[in-house]
Structures are given as structure tokens and as C-alpha cells.
């Protein structure tokens, strides 16, 4: 048990390396996004910047996550508040802080959202503009009419009662507030992928589309030539 202690220890120490790293040159990132409106991002370009990684494991996702063009294709996000969903340690949210007025991360891992919360500590001039949560299952503790864009990557796979999900979803957007989808393709992945879901956990991006338009949203844009192993699905309410 105390061996596995000193691991875990270690392994949150070693996130916490990884993640205050990004945020150092996160500072430095250039901002490159032209497009300042969602409906348009028909153009994806690659984002200067953070080159350095500390871990080979999140270089390799790096690689194949793309997660700079995944931002890219949000548009011009400077004044706006920014929900990243599932966050987990906060691989998005930390590359979202510069770009975004404000970035609020929920999860409903507590382990999650203590890293989550050190990443607060760890820049003083992101400071005030990561907001943490602790989620449930039913619950975003995101307030209505707080958000004007929320980004779920990678989760919604493991997200009970979907279409309820994304109903409650619909209340916490601004008027022209985006629903913003990222997650795996039902193909057969290299091996350095290893946290995709097995195939019979995967939803068919038609599935995703279909269960959007039957709560109530409009797909603005269904993305699945961008990413290699990833679909994206952007969404608003009409």
C-alpha cells in the first residue's frame, strides 16, 4: 500500500512538472487566430509556441491529438468564457488559458481536481482565470447563461443518459454559445494511442450528430478529415 502511495505521489508530482512547463511557455504563445467567428474556422493552421515537453507520454498525445489545431478551430476565443468538460489534469484547459478570458474546468474525479486546483497556484498571471470545479455525474456546477463555449473532449463516450446531458447543456450557453465536440473515430488506432475507448464503446459521429438535433441543436460543422484518429462536431442552439 505505501509503495503505491509513493507512486501515485509521484506521478501527480510528475503532472504537476509537465503541466507548470506548458504553462511557462504558454506565456510566450502567439496568438494566430484570425477567424472570429465559430461558423467560419473552415482553415486550420498550426499554433507557435510550446515546443518543450517533459514526458514522452504527453508528447506522443501531442502528436496525434493535435490539440493547438483543436483550438485553432474554436475561433477567436479572447473575450470568452470557455467550459472544458472532463477536463482531467487539464491538457486543454492549460493550452486554452491564453486565449480565453476565462477557462472554468470541471471533472468529477476529486484526484483530477486536485491537480487541477495546484495548476491554479502555479502562474500567477492564469491565476484569476482558471475556475475549478468539482462535477457529478448530473451535475456541471456551471451556472445558466455563464458560458460561450463549452468543449468536451474525449468524455462524452462516458457520459450516461446523452441526450438529457446535452439538453441540461443547452442553458448554460450565451445567446450564439457553442457546444464544441471532440472524440475518437471507430477506426483501428496505432498502439501509442492508449486511452481510446475500445471499440464498442466509441459513438459513430452520426450518432453524436443525430442525438445533438434531437435536443434541440443546430451542427454548425462535422469535422472528420482535421484529425487523423478524431472527429469534431460544433454545435449551437437556434
Known amino acids: 500500500m505505501l509503495k503505491c502511495l509513493v507512486h501515485l505521489t509521484k506521478c501527480n508530482l510528475r503532472l504537476l512538472i509537465f503541466i507548470s512547463i506548458l504553462l511557462i511557455f504558454s506565456c510566450q504563445e502567439k496568438k494566430t487566430v484570425t477567424d472570429s467567428n ?6 486550420v493552421t498550426e499554433t507557435p509556441g510550446a515546443t518543450v515537453n517533459s514526458d514522452d507520454e504527453f508528447d506522443e498525445r501531442k502528436k496525434w491529438q493535435k490539440p493547438d489545431k483543436v483550438i485553432d478551430m ?11 468538460i472532463g477536463a482531467g489534469i487539464g491538457y486543454f484547459s492549460v493550452k486554452l488559458l491564453p486565449r480565453a478570458k476565462k477557462v472554468i474546468a470541471t471533472d468529477i474525479d ?10 491554479q497556484k502555479l502562474n500567477e498571471r492564469y491565476r484569476g482565470k482558471l475556475d475549478v470545479r468539482l462535477a457529478t ?9 455563464e458560458l460561450d463555449l463549452i468543449l468536451i ?24 454559445g457553442h457546444l464544441v465536440i471532440v472524440d475518437f473515430k471507430t477506426k483501428k488506432f496505432p498502439e501509442f494511442i492508449k486511452d481510446a475507448p475500445a471499440y464498442e464503446d466509441r459513438i459513430y459521429l452520426h450518432v453524436i450528430e443525430e442525438e445533438l438535433e434531437s435536443v434541440g441543436y443546430t451542427i454548425v460543422r462535422s469535422d472528420d478529415t482535421s484529425l487523423d484518429y478524431q472527429f469534431v462536431v460544433f454545435a449551437t442552439l437556434q
Open 74 to 84: 474554436l475561433g477567436d476565443l479572447e473575450n470568452k468564457v470557455v467550459a472544458d
Open 38 to 43: 465559430i461558423n467560419l474556422p473552415n482553415k
Open 137 to 145: 455525474p448530473d451535475d456541471t456546477k456551471i451556472l445558466d447563461n
Open 110 to 119: 476529486t484526484s483530477s481536481i486536485s491537480i487541477l486546483k495546484n495548476i
Open 153 to 176: 473532449v474525449n468524455t462524452i463516450t462516458y457520459i450516461s443518459n446523452r441526450k438529457e446531458y446535452l439538453r441540461n447543456l443547452e442553458a448554460k450557453l450565451k445567446p450564439g
